[in-house]
């Protein structure tokens, strides 16, 4: 019995703590915490954009050096991630969901990028990390709309 | 002791099973995933958007088949959910809060509906369904408030 | 053990009620639901959003007598909370993320407002309460950024 509320206690807390990562992802690009940002990705992580993409940590946190990522938030952006769909197996784990990325257009602000995300994420000895994540714009791309399905 | 912890256990993953329904929302929509955005509604649900109103899981699940849906899609946009605020009173629960549908109008998306959701649920033997939704248009309609003022 | 369990239940419970605090704040505000807005709050805490700065429960719930607040109301207005990233720390807690304002201008809705928040939160006898909000406009202020960096 206590077997199984360890078991249950232990799918609440994996699936906060891979809320927590992905709340955390759009205040520390925001704030180029570079710190904050890379502490929650795996070493050998890759994160595709469209036709970009990062392979490793440190290129990832090294978003908030890029001249355009700066440009944003010296001119007023937040990246919000919308709450996501989690899905944990065992040590692996994915979410799906939105992210929206507004730029200060004054005296408002712009929906400047409107992306689906499909993150994958691993649990390893100092906690879950995000192995992956892939962003595509909801352009009408059907490459988007196949990160939202559920497989 | 340890039905008190169970009992605190069950809260937990009920709360955490509706967050679930409710973040699944927007990715199977934008997905057009009919499958999956079935799977969360009652047999006997039914979903209430200003003047439309659909009756029964197969008419819900159907909204992805509509003219006016697909060419959402097909233009690029994002079903939004927020966080929503969610109380449980043993088998049933309801669920307050916004959606946000952002239809891609190049560069950028627009804001094309900004809502008011209420949600009820039900406790099922197959685990919780939801069993009604109603979305209205935060426009200065007063109905609209109604939805989201706690009882 | 079970005290193990009764201390891993309690962190998750504490993370959860702080969540549902925050996303009751939106549908309060739209709702102009006073008795609601002011009951997550503590009798003396203080709400700072740039240049105004409210002290006390009373003057925070009574954000929804404002005939801006009102005039937004009217017009159709949505207080949209992100999911914040929280972290629970004894008996105090704090919260980062976004907050979005969307205006109805019709056919669709502007973000009149994008915003950094940081939350301060307190256990007392009746449950956590809110003891602080900061909200800054995220429109390239380096004060808005810091709300949003860990420390």
Redesign the interface.
């Known amino acids: ?2 077997d199984t ?2 078991t ?2 232990r799918a ?2 994996d ?2 703590a891979i ?2 990562i ?3 992802y ?3 690009a ?4 570079e710190a ?1 940002l890379g502490a929650d990705w795996a070493e050998d992580a890759t994160y595709t954009a469209g036709e970009h993409r990062f392979e490793g940590r440190a290129a990832i946190a090294g978003i908030t050096g890029y001249a355009t990522h700066q440009g944003y ?6 990246h ?7 899905e944990v197996d065992g040590d692996t784990a994915t979410a ?3 992210s ?1 990325v ?1 730029l ?1 257009d ?1 005296p ?9 995300n499909l993150w994958h994420f691993a649990r390893t000895p100092e906690g879950w990390r995000i192995t992956g994540r892939e962003n595509r ?5 059907a490459a988007a ?2 990160l ?3 497989p």
Do not use: K, Y
Not at 73 to 78: I, K
Not at 137 to 141: A, M, T
């Open positions: 019995m206590t509320l360890e249950r206690l609440i807390e699936r906060l809320a927590d992905i709340a955390g759009g205040p520390a925001d704030a180029l915490d904050s938030v010296a001119q007023g952006c937040a919000v991630l919308g709450p996501h769909r989690i799906r969901g939105h929206v507004f200060h004054a408002g602000w712009r929906a400047e990028r409107v992306s689906a714009l909801l352009n009408g791309d709309h196949a939202l399905a559920r």
